[in-house]
């Protein structure tokens, strides 16, 4: 398909209001993406778990403006966001950025008066990012909008259009629309594309079922480096052709993995990305460290648990000092209590998320 595709052609202008309200999960890259091209076009493949816990719930109401059709044109987009109840400002210019990289494809936009109420299962300043789940829940419900404005999709090019809008709003969004693994971003080894996040087609091993993520809030704060600044760090990056074409390599690989249930090859694929995509921002010019010195504390803790157990848990990193540890479900004692006898204290006040392997986004009301 090609964004063309997605482009409302026909739509019942005489709706006057309506609400939908959709829930949607985070996710965790083990592939990452990090460096895109313009129209968040990304520069690799990247390949994730979708969560089940951490997620965004958004309710859109959308109320008919007042205008003439000629004043329709001009008038800018109208909305208001409240965030957990409250009217909130700040996320405003990035949800106008959203709205006009996706004007083309919404071409009603202009013609309602959004309320967009939202909230998160997860605590606010966590340091969790939850533009993943924010963009895709609202993505959604936009969708659900050209659903009621009379639009007439089956629920693949429904999924389809919501990964490809969610992706103008934040790239890694793309991939929270389905489950349990998401691959954005084209490649020779999976069914793929650039504009949207496509269900993983390959064989999954029962290994990988209800996989674990246990998410180790090290760093509450915001983040360093926003991914808009991150991404343009591998622009003219020293090593950024040789990383795309190992991300390239890294998902081969973790396909041929993810259908064996090699869970020691996992580790190795997934501790290797988060390490490389660390190291594309100490090498990148300005540089930057991410993690902090209870980032490595908890990192060699995992290493010698590993060696000293049967064990094959493992981290992944996104652009942050937060730790993700993954592992398999039949772990799931031994590991939770690692992680709060020996982890728990490298975290900000002991804060700890358990989460796993999800399922996917969710219409909650109609
Ligand atoms: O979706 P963005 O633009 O915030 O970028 C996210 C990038 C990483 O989280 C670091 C990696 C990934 O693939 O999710």
């Not at 089940?52 to 044109?73: F, G, P, Q, R």
């Not at 309602?112 to 959604?140: Q, V």
């Not at 760090?233 to 390239?248: D, N, T, W």
């Not at 501790?271 to 980032?295: C, D, G, Q, V």
Request: aromatic share 12%; hydrophobic share 35%; proline share 3%.
């Amino acid at each position: 398909m090609i964004a063309e595709d997605f482009i409302l052609k026909n739509y019942n202008s005489s709706v006057e209001s309506g609400s939908v309200k959709w829930e949607s999960p985070s996710n965790i890259a083990l592939i990452k993406y990090w460096g895109k091209k313009e129209n968040q076009i990304p520069e690799n493949p990247s390949i994730s778990f979708t969560l089940s816990n951490c997620k965004t719930i958004t309710k859109l109401t959308y109320t008919k403006k007042d205008l003439s059709t000629a004043l329709k044109v001009t008038s800018d987009f109208s909305f208001d966001v409240y965030f957990e109840s409250e009217k909130n400002e700040a996320f405003k210019p990035k949800i106008q950025t959203f709205f006009e990289r996706i004007e083309a494809y919404v071409p009603f936009l202009r013609d309602y008066h959004f309320k967009i109420e939202t909230s998160n299962t997860f605590p606010h300043s966590s340091g969790i990012a939850s533009s993943a789940s924010g963009m895709s829940a609202l993505a959604l419900c936009l969708m659900s909008v050209e659903v009621d404005l009379g639009a007439d999709y089956t629920s693949e090019y429904f999924n389809k259009k919501a990964s490809f809008l969610a992706r103008l709003g934040s790239g890694s969004a793309c991939r929270s629309i389905e489950g349990e693994l998401v691959v954005w971003g084209q490649n020779e080894s999976t069914e793929s594309s650039d504009l949207y996040g496509i269900k993983f087609d390959g064989e999954v091993h029962p290994n990988f079922k209800n996989y674990q993520d246990t998410i180790l809030l090290v760093d509450k704060g915001e983040k360093q480096v926003s991914s808009t600044v991150g991404h343009k760090l591998m622009f003219g990056h020293p090593f950024a052709e040789q990383r795309f074409a190992q991300a390239h390599d890294n998902l081969a690989k973790l396909k041929t993995t993810l259908a064996s249930g090699d869970l020691q090859n996992f580790v190795k694929i997934v501790e290797s990305e988060a390490l490389t995509l660390h190291a594309m921002m100490m090498t990148s010019m300005p540089y930057f460290i991410l993690m902090k010195p209870n980032t490595l504390e908890i990192i060699n803790k995992i290493w010698k648990y590993r060696a000293e157990n049967i064990s094959n848990v493992c981290f992944t990193l996104d652009a942050g000092a937060n730790v993700h540890v993954l592992y398999p479900e039949n772990e799931k004692e031994s590991v939770l209590k690692f992680i709060n006898d020996e982890l728990a204290k490298y975290c900000q006040n002991g804060h700890f998320i358990s989460d796993f392997i999800g399922k996917g986004a969710q219409l909650i009301e109609k």
